[in-house]
């Protein structure tokens, strides 16, 4: 499977970014997918998740904030991040997960190459 993410930029706090991670090389509609992030310094950390089935996890920080969501037909799982704060600030990867999707990065088969998400204060 190979992860193809976009949508990272700059923005200011309090405001939104779509990032957006397009799977090839096996059908879609059969993994759990995720959304990951790396801050300078810090380690890999869980943002969301999306089963195959539609079923979503979040992480504490970003509940009410961020919503994940997938398009089979477009092989795309796409996050939606609203009133962004600086301490979203990161590397965001997306990652598949051939036996479902969960909060734990190693279960996760395939990563992308990710996407750098910079919130200004």
């Known amino acids: 499977v190979q992860l193809q993410a976009s949508g990272g930029g700059l923005v200011q706090a309090g405001g939104s970014l779509r990032l957006s991670c397009a799977a090839s090389?096996?059908?879609?509609?059969?993994?759990?997918m995720g959304w990951f992030r790396q801050a300078p310094g810090k380690e890999r950390e869980f943002v969301a998740a999306?089963?195959?089935?539609?079923?979503?996890y979040y992480a504490d920080s970003v509940k009410g904030r961020f919503t994940i969501s997938r398009d089979n037909a477009k092989n795309t799982v796409y996050l939606q991040m609203n009133s962004l704060k600086p301490e979203d600030t990161a590397v965001y990867y997306c990652?598949?997960?051939?036996?479902?999707?969960?909060?734990?990065?190693?279960?996760?088969?395939?990563w992308g190459q990710g996407t750098l998400v910079t919130v200004s204060s």
């Open positions: 990652a598949a997960d051939a036996g479902g999707a969960s909060t734990y990065g190693p279960s996760y088969d395939y």
């Open positions: 090389g096996r059908t879609f509609s059969d993994l759990g």
């Open positions: 999306i089963t195959w089935r539609g079923g979503r």
